[in-house]
């Protein structure tokens, strides 16, 4: 069961319940674009919805919840790292499900480039078995990195903004060199993780791209940039 579908049950899950919330704020507010609201009746049709009812369901709940909703970026952030493992459970990331994921990401003041550093930090074997996250990782990037259909300048700004992203989540200590220990871990890890991505890796030979280069030059200039 999709947590879109979980939405017309009686949810008592936490994590289920404040996805909900969030979601019925989003519309009731008026922040849902056309591009999610056209995702979000997508995402109906294909979990067999009906969609007004589910916009009935989401109004009638739609209440404060100002209690339940995360105060302190870490605890958003590990809750959004607890949605992306129940939405990527089946080993696919549906681009509707990740239009519905953004909007709840956005109620609690996340942008695109947090989403995708969100993405790249939890679909890893800490969260996910085997090759169950790269599959994830790969569906989910599909709109930011494509050997195939884009050029590779573009595919260089697109790894450049997400590694820049995961160097900006990565937490600060007092010791300077404890932290270019922690922000050289963090940006090898995301390396890591995609040349552990079969998937993207047989798309970049195709395109004739060197796909272990590009990504350990852009790894070194975004560590260089924060170090510096």
Do not use: W
Not at 63 to 73: D, G, M, T
Not at 132 to 155: A, C, W, Y
Not at 175 to 199: C, D, I, M, P, V
């Amino acid at each position: 069961m999709s947590i879109i579908n979980r939405f017309l049950t009686a949810v008592t899950e936490p994590e289920f319940k404040l996805a909900r919330d969030l979601t019925a704020m989003a519309i009731a507010d008026g922040e849902v674009t056309p591009e999610e609201k056209e995702a979000f009746c997508a995402l109906c049709h294909i979990e067999g919805i009906d969609e007004r009812k589910l916009l009935e369901n989401l109004k009638v709940r739609h209440e404060p919840i100002e209690e339940e909703i995360p105060k302190e970026r870490r605890a958003k952030e590990d809750y959004l790292k607890t949605l992306i493992r129940l939405i990527g459970a089946d080993g696919y990331t549906a681009p509707q499900e990740i239009f519905l994921f953004q909007i709840i990401a956005s109620k609690l003041g996340m942008n695109q480039m947090d989403v995708v550093g969100l993405f790249m930090l939890t679909t890893n074997r800490q969260y996910f078995r085997g090759d169950v996250g790269s599959k994830v990782l790969s569906s989910f990037l599909r709109h930011q990195i494509d050997p195939m259909g884009k050029t590779e300048r573009e595919n260089r700004e697109n790894l450049q903004a997400i590694y820049d992203t995961i160097a900006a989540h990565t937490p600060t200590l007092q010791n300077e060199e404890t932290n270019k220990e922690l922000l050289r871990q963090n940006l090898t890890q995301a390396s890591e993780t995609f040349l552990e991505n079969k998937l993207l890796a047989k798309e970049f030979k195709r395109a004739g791209l060197d796909y272990f280069g590009i990504l350990k030059d852009v790894e070194l200039k975004i560590f260089l940039k924060y170090i510096g």
